[in-house]
């Protein structure tokens, strides 16, 4: 069977096509995993800000930089925590004993309320508690993680408007690698989401499923 000259350069341009994208994915793969993990060095700041969501470690790794002289003060946020009938929040759990307190001595703590979890919500509930304390420049403990660039972009957004730097840092080593996504059904759905979030502007208030 001889082929048409003019159906054969497409084919060839097809073929060289899929080649090429088959010997590049090992390359780019990676890539959208580690592009929306953000992980800066830790300086010198006034405040370390805990936000809903990054766990208990996050609140000792806050007062454990205070304790070293990095930050001077300690805010956390808290959202409301729901279940099937009942809304409830981190410090009503640890009035009634069954969460862990934040380890900050309370002259050195500020703790608010947002009304959800998702980061601009969380960053403007904040901002009261850090202007009171003069706060201009912050460490954020959670860097690293898929989704730390949109939560980047929600915070920055509030943030620089008032004069106020802040930082997303790693806190203590993690058992998942955000080159890696695509071997793990959980980081799989969470590039996808941090991807919408940063190309689809009105879902930035979209909350991603928790990786």
């Not at 073929?15 to 990676?30: K, R």
């Not at 809304?87 to 640890?94: A, G, I, K, Q, R």
């Not at 009304?115 to 901002?127: D, F, G, I, K």
């Not at 991807?195 to 009105?202: E, K, M, S, T």
Request: glycine share 8%; hydrophobic share 50%.
């Amino acid at each position: 069977m001889v082929i048409p000259r003019r159906l054969f350069k497409p084919r060839v341009v097809l073929l060289l096509g899929a080649c090429a994208l088959v010997l590049l994915t090992p390359m780019w793969l990676p890539w959208l995993g580690t592009s929306l993990a953000i992980d800066e060095p830790i300086v010198q700041s006034d405040a370390a800000l805990v936000m809903e969501g990054t766990g208990t470690d996050a609140m000792n790794a806050a007062e454990g930089w205070r304790q070293a002289g990095i930050v001077r003060d300690v805010v956390i946020v808290e959202a409301p925590i729901k279940t099937h009938a009942l809304v409830t929040y981190w410090s009503d759990l640890v009035l009634a004993g069954v969460a862990q307190a934040s380890p900050t001595p309370l002259e050195h703590l500020r703790v608010v309320r947002a009304p959800a979890t998702n980061s601009a919500e969380q960053a403007r509930a904040a901002l009261p508690a850090l202007e009171q304390l003069g706060a201009r420049s912050l460490l954020l403990p959670g860097g690293g993680g898929i989704g730390t660039r949109v939560v980047e972009r929600d915070v920055r957004s509030v943030f620089e408007a008032h004069g106020i730097a802040a930082r997303l840092v790693v806190f203590g080593p993690s058992n998942r690698s955000a080159a890696e996504w695509y071997r793990n059904a959980d980081d799989r759905r969470a590039v996808l989401d941090s991807w919408l979030q940063l190309l689809v502007p009105y879902l930035s208030s979209y909350e991603p499923v928790p990786g």
